[in-house]
C-alpha cells in the first residue's frame, strides 16, 4: 500500500517538475534563440531537419548533452570504431537514432 | 515455465517486427562499424580500522555489430577481494559473472529490442554509473545493493524527442529466474522512464520493478543528473525503497577544476568529487536481505574524493569517507587506478 503510495508521489512529482522544466525552457528557447538560428547557414540547418534535431542543436551539444552526463571525455576512436561504440550506446543510454548519428558526426570530425 | 517464456519473447519480437513495419521515412544507416574489445583493467583499496582490501578488477566487453541493425555484446566481469583483518592472515575470494550476454535489435529510430542478460534497467547507477572507469568514488552508493543488478529475459527500451527540449527515454524488462552463480537471477519484471531537459541539461527518472518469486516485492526508485550550463558541475541523484528490505538516497556532485587559475596543468585534468547518502532499515525485517550487503541498522556516509586523469583513459582516483552506522562510526579510505581500453578485433584501421 504504501509504495503504491509513493509511486503515484513520484510520478505527480515527475510531472510537475516537467511541466515546471518544460515552461521554464519553452520560454527561454523563445526568446534567446533567434539571433543563433539567423546566423547558422542554410545547409547547416537542412542537415539538422534531416536528422530530426532541434534547428540551434549542434553534434557537439549532442555529445556533451549525453556522453558526459555519465562519463569523462574518452580518447578519439576511429571512425569505424566509433560506430560500434555508438550502437552500444544508443542502446545503453536510450539514445535516439538522430543523437546517435550527431555524436558520431562529433566524435568522427 | 519455458511456453510462458517462450510466448513473452514472441510477443517482444511481433513488437519489433511491427514497430520496424510502421517506421517511417528509412535513413540511410552509416556503414557498419568494426567488431571491438573494450572494457577496463582497475585496481582499489579500501581501508577501514580492522580492516583493509584490495579490489582487482577486469571486466572485457566485446561488442559485435551485425548488419545495419544488430548487435551482440557481452561483458565477462571478474573481480577480486583480497582481505586483511587484524591478527588475521589475507583471505581472497574471486568474483566472476556475466554482466550481460545481449543480443540488441534496433527495430526503429525508437526502439530497441534486447534478449540474453542484461543489467537491470532501475535508476540510474546500476546501468550507466557502476563501471569503475564511470563512477567517481570507488565505493558503491547503500541503496545499489537492493536493487536487481542483473537480468535474464527481454527489454524493450528506447528515446523519442517531444518537441525541441525534452528527450522522453524508457525501457521495460521482464527477467526469468536461474538460478546460477556466473548469471543468476529473478523472476521480476519492471521498468524505468527518464525525461532529460535538453536545454537545462536535467535528467529525471522514476524506476519500478516487481519480484515475481519468493513473496510480491515492489522496489520503486527516482533519479536526476543534471549537468550546469555555467560551470562544470555535474550533480547526481538516486532514491530507491524497498518496504521490506530498506530504503535510501545517494547525491553526488562533481566539480572538474578546468577552470582553476592556478596549478593549471594539474587541475586541468582533476575532479573534486563529494557523495552523502542515508539508508534506512524497514520498521519491520519483513526479509532477510541476504548477500545483498546491506547496512544491518539505520546508516549513513558521506565521502570527499579527487580524481586525476593521467591520460583520457588512465584515471586514478582518492577518497576519504566518514560512515555513521550503529555499529560503530569509522573512516574509510580508498584509492583506485583504472585503465579503459577500446580495441578493434578486426578491420577498424581505417
Known amino acids: 500500500m504504501n509504495s503504491r503510495i509513493l509511486m503515484v508521489v513520484l510520478l505527480l512529482l515527475t510531472i510537475a517538475l516537467v511541466g515546471l522544466v518544460a515552461a521554464q525552457t519553452s520560454n527561454s528557447t523563445s526568446s534567446g534563440t533567434a539571433p543563433t538560428q539567423q546566423s547558422s547557414s542554410t545547409k547547416a540547418q537542412q542537415h539538422k531537419q534531416k536528422l530530426h534535431l532541434p534547428p540551434n542543436f549542434s553534434a557537439d551539444d549532442a555529445y556533451k548533452q549525453n556522453c558526459t552526463r555519465c562519463h569523462s571525455e574518452v580518447p578519439k576512436p576511429n571512425e569505424r570504431t566509433s560506430k560500434t561504440v555508438l550502437r552500444h550506446m544508443r542502446v545503453r543510454a536510450n539514445l535516439t537514432q538522430d543523437e546517435a548519428k550527431a555524436i558520431l558526426e562529433y566524435i568522427t570530425q | ?350
Open chain 2, 1 to 350: 515455465m519455458i511456453r510462458r517464456f517462450t510466448l513473452i519473447s514472441a510477443v517482444i519480437l511481433l513488437v519489433a517486427f511491427l514497430a520496424n513495419a510502421q517506421d517511417g521515412p528509412q535513413y540511410k544507416q552509416p556503414e557498419g562499424g568494426a567488431p571491438l574489445l573494450t572494457g577496463f583493467v582497475g585496481l582499489g583499496t579500501d581501508f577501514q580500522p580492522g580492516q583493509q582490501q584490495v579490489l582487482p578488477a577486469i571486466a572485457p566487453i566485446v561488442l559485435i555489430p551485425v548488419g545495419d541493425k544488430w548487435l551482440i555484446e557481452s561483458e565477462l566481469e571478474l573481480e577480486g577481494t583480497y582481505t586483511h583483518a587484524t591478527n588475521q592472515p589475507w583471505d581472497h575470494e574471486w568474483e566472476k559473472g556475466f554482466e550481460y550476454a545481449q543480443v540488441d535489435y534496433l527495430a526503429n529510430r525508437y526502439l530497441t529490442v534486447v534478449g540474453g542478460r542484461f543489467l537491470t534497467p532501475f535508476g540510474i547507477y546500476n546501468e550507466r554509473l557502476h563501471p569503475r572507469w564511470v563512477r567517481n568514488l570507488q565505493s558503491s552508493p547503500y541503496i545499489t545493493g537492493l536493487e536487481m543488478s542483473d537480468s535474464n529475459g527481454g527489454m524493450l527500451r528506447g528515446g523519442f524527442p517531444v518537441g525541441n527540449f525534452v528527450n522522453i527515454n524508457y525501457a521495460t524488462f521482464f527477467s526469468a529466474p536461474v538460478n546460477n552463480s556466473w548469471e543468476g537471477s529473478t523472476r521480476a519484471a519492471g521498468e524505468r522512464l527518464g525525461f532529460f531537459f535538453t536545454r537545462a541539461r536535467l535528467e529525471i527518472g522514476t524506476s519500478f520493478q516487481r519480484q515475481l518469486q519468493d513473496g510480491h516485492v515492489n522496489t520503486v526508485g527516482a533519479d536526476a543528473i543534471w549537468q550546469s550550463n555555467k560551470l562544470p558541475l555535474d550533480v547526481r541523484f538516486e532514491y530507491a525503497r524497498n518496504r521490506f528490505v530498506g530504503s535510501g538516497y545517494w547525491v553526488e556532485g562533481a566539480y572538474r577544476m578546468r577552470k582553476v587559475p592556478f596549478l593549471k596543468p594539474f587541475m586541468q585534468k582533476s575532479q573534486a568529487e563529494v557523495r552523502f547518502e542515508q539508508f534506512f532499515t524497514p520498521p519491520v525485517m519483513g526479509m532477510a536481505s541476504g548477500d545483498m550487503e546491506l547496512p544491518d541498522s539505520n546508516a549513513k556516509r558521506v565521502f570527499a574524493g579527487w580524481s586525476y586523469w593521467i591520460r583520457p583513459d588512465v584515471r586514478t582516483n582518492f577518497a576519504y569517507g566518514r560512515e555513521l552506522i550503529d555499529s560503530g562510526d569509522h573512516n574509510v579510505w580508498t584509492v583506485g587506478l583504472t585503465y579503459r581500453f577500446a580495441f578493434p578485433l578486426t578491420g577498424g584501421s581505417k
